[in-house]
């Protein structure tokens, strides 16, 4: 199993440029998140999805949209890039809570650099 | 919103010394998640504790659920330089009702490893 896979590893935007941020899971589970990851800030969540055809807006939502494609697949758009979003993206997943863990998996991340 | 206190922030040790960190809240919390994160990788699930004064080890490394179900604490025995990175602690508010999907994370400890 390859756990939770992120595309591209690395990006360098302009500011006004678009993207999308890939996601995808292999572990069956019905939960996805999307953080960011800034110096001195922690992980901090933009969006996540319970489950599949649901999405809920997380700590830090503005500028970024998000897609859950099928059950495997949980994208990331940012429209409009701006300088203020650079940073490291992390996706996560996992069963859900009721089921017994509140436990995420972790992909490998992707760095985004928006000049 | 919740937020987990943990301290010390970094800490510079010899290999072969034991290594104490915690994790505090002024909320109670239903889980404690520990993760590590290597340099340019995603964070890795090392223990997960589900219940108040739980002691759960994994290898050199052991975590305790608090009583006060406010706090918990990871050791680390025998530090080796692979021991290196970023040691976080989350887990879900316990009043975090229908979001209970989200996790709180805190800002990490940074551990460094002299040979």
């Known amino acids: 199993n390859a756990g939770v896979t992120q595309t591209p590893k690395f990006q360098v935007l302009k500011t006004g440029q678009s993207m999308t941020l890939q996601c995808a899971q292999d572990?069956?589970?019905?939960?996805m998140y999307w953080y960011r990851q800034d110096p001195g800030m922690g992980l901090r969540l933009i969006y996540y999805?319970?489950?599949?055809?649901?999405?809920d807006k997380g700590e830090v939502p503005n500028g970024y949209n998000v897609s859950r494609l099928n059950k495997r697949e949980f994208s990331l758009r940012l429209e409009s890039a701006a300088p203020s979003q650079t940073s490291v993206y992390f996706c996560?997943?996992?069963?859900?809570?009721?089921?017994?863990?509140?436990?995420?998996?972790f992909g490998p991340g992707t760095r985004l650099t928006v000049l | 919103g919740q937020q987990l206190n943990q301290s010390p922030q970094s800490m510079f040790i010899q290999e072969g010394e034991d290594v104490s960190m915690n994790c505090t809240s002024s909320?109670?919390?239903?889980?404690w998640l520990w993760y590590k994160q290597d340099p340019g990788e995603g964070p890795v699930l090392l223990i997960a504790?589900?219940?108040?004064?739980e002691l759960t080890s994994n290898g050199r490394l052991t975590a305790q659920f608090g009583i006060t179900r406010k706090d918990s604490f990871l050791n680390i025995s025998a530090s080796i330089p692979s021991d290196v990175g970023i040691y976080f602690c989350?887990?879900?508010?316990?009043?975090?009702?229908?979001?209970?999907?989200?996790?709180?994370f805190g800002k990490g400890t940074l551990l460094t490893v002299n040979p």
């Open positions: 504790l589900y219940k108040a004064g």
């Open positions: 999805s319970a489950s599949e055809g649901t999405t």
């Open positions: 572990m069956n589970h019905n939960s």
């Open positions: 909320s109670i919390f239903n889980t």
């Open positions: 989350a887990g879900p508010p316990f009043n975090s009702g229908g979001s209970n999907y989200k996790l709180t």
């Open positions: 996560a997943s996992s069963d859900l809570p009721g089921q017994g863990t509140h436990e995420q998996f």
